[in-house]
């Protein structure tokens, strides 16, 4: 799944292309696409402008003329992808839209992904004077926003008694991290997968957070992690941090600090790839 420096390509390629233009006709070819919706999208959309983006953990949005927004959840295997008329085709296209000369196009293999108008509401979580879609308000501040303050969100993260790993994923504590990047800040950090985060102390707890955005940001400079042709930006191209991953995948192979034989351990129904000896605690 598209975890947060994913989701921020995506959202930069879509700020790039299409602030300014308007939606001409929106064609829905599939019903999962735009569940959860109280309004046809295909009605809606067409003659509204795109006035700025927006992204919250691994949701992102397009903020419309209307006063409302397009929130895009792309899940497991969704792409928005911008080009020419008629440029994508193929069985897995959900949604097609034209916009201004431009058409954007809505892939989704699995159909777990979706398009959701919503209203702009004020922030119930931080003080942050930017709205936001109604239907991410449940959302924990992710680590890349203005308003994202470490010393509370590892407050939030010492108050669980779960595993770190699991606590990490927990979108309701801080947004954006998915397997890829907890398991690269924990293997920086030298927090073990299955300790409780309630164990932790408060300054490790800030690293580990502090880590976790610090290998976000590296992994957005590369264009984010492609393991397959799921995961493309808005011009169809692949991320390439997976080639600079420390721990996730890397069971059997060295640890790259020390040499170690890296381990898989299952957290929770979730794959975790730590150092049995640098991630002692």
């Known amino acids: 799944m598209p975890e947060l420096p994913e989701v921020e390509v995506v959202r930069r390629g879509l ?23 109280d309004v ?24 419309l003329s209307d006063g409302a927004a397009l929130v895009v959840h792309l899940r497991m295997s969704g792409q928005m992808l911008v080009g020419q008329p008629g440029q994508v085709a193929g069985p897995h296209v959900r949604i097609r839209a034209s916009i201004s000369e431009l058409e954007l196009t ?6 777990f992904g979706s398009w959701q108008y919503a209203e702009l509401v004020d922030d119930p979580l931080t003080a942050s004077p930017h709205r936001i879609p109604a239907t991410v308000t449940h959302v924990a501040p992710d680590p890349f926003e203005d308003a994202f303050d470490p010393v509370e969100a590892a407050r939030r993260v010492r108050r669980k008694k779960s595993a770190i790993k699991t606590v990490l994923l927990d979108q309701s504590v801080v947004s954006g991290i998915g397997s890829i990047y907890a ?11 299955t300790r409780r985060a309630a164990s932790l102390r408060q300054r490790d707890a800030v690293r580990l957070l502090t880590e976790s955005r610090a290998v976000m940001a590296r992994a957005l400079e590369q264009g984010g992690t492609s393991f397959d042709s799921l995961y493309v930006n808005v011009n169809g191209a692949s991320g390439y941090f997976s080639r600079s991953l420390n721990a996730y995948g890397r069971a059997g192979a060295p640890c790259r600090a020390c040499g170690t034989e890296m381990r898989r351990v299952v957290v929770n129904g979730r794959s975790s790839h730590y150092c049995p000896a640098c991630q002692t605690a």
């Open 106 to 111: 809505f892939v989704d293999q699995r159909t």
């Open 40 to 63: 046809d999208l295909a009605g809606v959309l067409p003659g509204l402008t795109v006035t700025g983006t927006g992204r919250r953990g691994k949701f992102m949005w397009l903020t």
């Open 15 to 37: 700020d790039e292309h299409l602030v300014g233009r308007t939606f001409g006709a929106v064609e829905v070819l599939h019903p999962r696409a735009v569940r959860g919706n």
């Open 183 to 193: 398991d690269e800040a924990m293997w920086a950090a030298g927090v073990k997968p």
